[in-house]
């Protein structure tokens, strides 16, 4: 998460203070925020959190009823939490907002969830936003510090993931993949450079974010610096106990996938689970992503069809499918 600008978090804060109801988290993202000059249509993202998402809601459709469709208007607060909670992963999106001359789209996350998420990867939803760069605007619960471990643990997993050798571009393009591992959209629905595109619009951020981590890791005798042209390059130890120490640093919600191989002959789990080889780290922690994201991008379409009605949905679907197209076509 980075710091805004002061001009900048002006214009970006605007809604939450002419608009909405008070929140104790709001970052801003997207790809409108890479472009100096964004295309008119884009919309600006936000991820709100709030403690009590039924009273948040409640007050926001006296103040904001056009934000939600016209049936969940009419079921109320109660519908659009359970909504959320039972059938996407926790988050409920109004897209195509306008606010004075823009057009934004914000998720209400419950802050136990959103911390939850960021320190587990239970859903792997917003946890994989925050590991790209974001625009930090509210911050009552100091989940920016909390995220130091989601960073450390994107890491972990990126570098399970990359050879031996691999540059710093690399290393930030692995993290930004990590949340699109399975993720449905990507299929028909999103650019396929988007992954470059962020990457190169955010370097000096993701620098930001990960250089520290980075410089710990070479600390430890994980990584070493190497020369590969203009670019800052890295060789990593790919031995069992550099691997192991990767694979610990995971979630837990990673390491069961190994540790249920033991279920079955032991009557208690290992504490620490141990890996045989690089190789086999990596394909736990693909299948385990790939899996999650899967299942948390098919839930969240779901819930975003049931919440915004077909004719908002198929506007939405369009707009992403548009993009997806041009990229495909160029």
Partial sequence: MRPVEAARAVELAGPLGELLPPVDFCCAYGSTLLHARPDA??????ILGVSD?????????ERNPTHYSGWMARLGGSAITRLADNVGVGVYFNPFVEWRDKRIKYGVVRMKDLAM?????????????????????????????VNTINLKMA???????LPAD???YDLYAQICSLSYMGDLRMLFAEDKNKVKKI?????QSFQLMYRPLIQEYIAEGLLRTSSCGQQ????????????NELFSYLPWTIQRRMQGRFASNCKKMPTRTVVSSKDVAATCVRKALRRRVMVSSARQAMSGLLASGGAVAARYLGKKMSKAWKSRTI
């Avoid at 998402?53 to 459709?61: A, D, G, M, T």
């Avoid at 998420?117 to 510090?145: A, C, E, H, M």
């Avoid at 990457?199 to 370097?203: I, N, T």
């Fill in 41 to 46: 249509a884009s919309m600006v993202d936000y």
């Fill in 53 to 61: 998402p039924l009273q948040w809601h409640s007050e926001n459709l």
């Fill in 117 to 145: 998420d960021v320190l587990t990867w239970d859903r792997f939803y917003l946890s994989g936003r925050l590991q790209k760069p974001v625009n930090l605007l509210v911050d009552n619960w100091d989940i920016s510090k």
């Fill in 155 to 161: 890491t972990s997993a990126s570098l399970l993931l």
């Fill in 166 to 168: 691999f540059t710093e």
């Fill in 199 to 203: 990457v190169e619009g955010s370097f």
């Fill in 232 to 243: 800052k390059a890295f060789q990593q130890d790919c031995g069992a106990s550099a691997t």
